[in-house]
């Protein structure tokens, strides 16, 4: 069974730009969480959805968003990217919402 | 409030030598899940084990065992003779509806570094 997906596994933008991050979870989960791991940090819950809707969100600001597709893919967009936006950006899925399986991670650098 | 304190930041240990990383918790909920996570070098968090709330029954598997009590709020994770490949940040997590929504919540990680 294939695991949870995300692309790009890196990517670099300057200050200002937008960022899309991608993710698909393992079939037959519906739920898509996504958090950010800045160097040293520890995860920082930043969205969940689930079944297309976003169920809660994390303490960031609104330029933060994202959306989940039909198929329960999801993209993470940050807008208007500071440089303290650089991270690891891991995306989970789940089916049932105690479970929560991670994948390989995105790293937004951004200079 | 929901939260987890892994008060380790960083251990060290020689290759064959036994580790425990501590896992403190604090949460409202009378059912709850805690979790532990193995993040190597690649940065994938890797699934080690899910606990409820209601099941304060010790497990091991292989080298690895956990310890759970609720008297203590802890969720200790230990690792029987350490191995090189053991090295990376181990993750405490707990997951419960406190505040109504689902939220997981992370500790801040405790980095292990096992020496050849």
């Known amino acids: 069974e294939a695991g949870v997906t995300q692309s790009p596994t890196h990517l670099i933008k300057t200050r200002g730009q937008q960022a899309t991050l991608r993710c698909s979870p393992i079939s037959g989960h519906t739920s898509v969480y996504w958090y950010q791991q800045a160097l040293g940090l520890g995860l920082q819950f930043l969205l969940w959805y689930d079944e297309g809707e976003e169920r809660n969100r994390g303490n960031f600001p609104p330029r933060f968003s994202g959306r989940q597709f039909p198929n329960y893919s999801s993209e993470l967009n940050v807008n208007a990217l500071e440089l303290e936006d650089s991270a690891l950006y891991l995306c989970?899925?789940?089916?049932?919402?105690?479970?929560?399986?991670f994948g390989p991670g995105t790293r937004l650098t951004v200079t | 409030a929901q939260k987890v304190t892994q008060a380790q930041t960083e251990i060290s240990v020689v290759e064959k030598e036994d580790v425990t990383l501590d896992c403190v918790y604090e949460?409202?909920?009378?059912?709850?899940?805690l979790f532990w996570y193995k993040q190597p070098p690649s940065g994938e968090l890797v699934f080690l084990i899910r606990r409820n709330s209601f099941d304060e029954q010790n497990e091991i598997s292989g080298r690895y065992s956990w310890n759970f009590q609720k008297s203590t709020s802890s969720f200790n994770f230990t690792i029987t003779a350490s191995q090189v490949v053991d090295s990376a940040v181990y993750f405490c997590?707990?997951?419960?509806?406190?505040?109504?929504?689902?939220?997981?919540?992370f500790g801040t990680g405790t980095r292990l570094k096992v020496l050849a």
């Open positions: 989970a899925s789940s089916f049932r919402e105690y479970e929560q399986y």
């Open positions: 997590a707990l997951g419960g509806r406190a505040s109504g929504t689902y939220k997981y919540i």
């Open positions: 949460t409202r909920d009378t059912t709850y899940y």
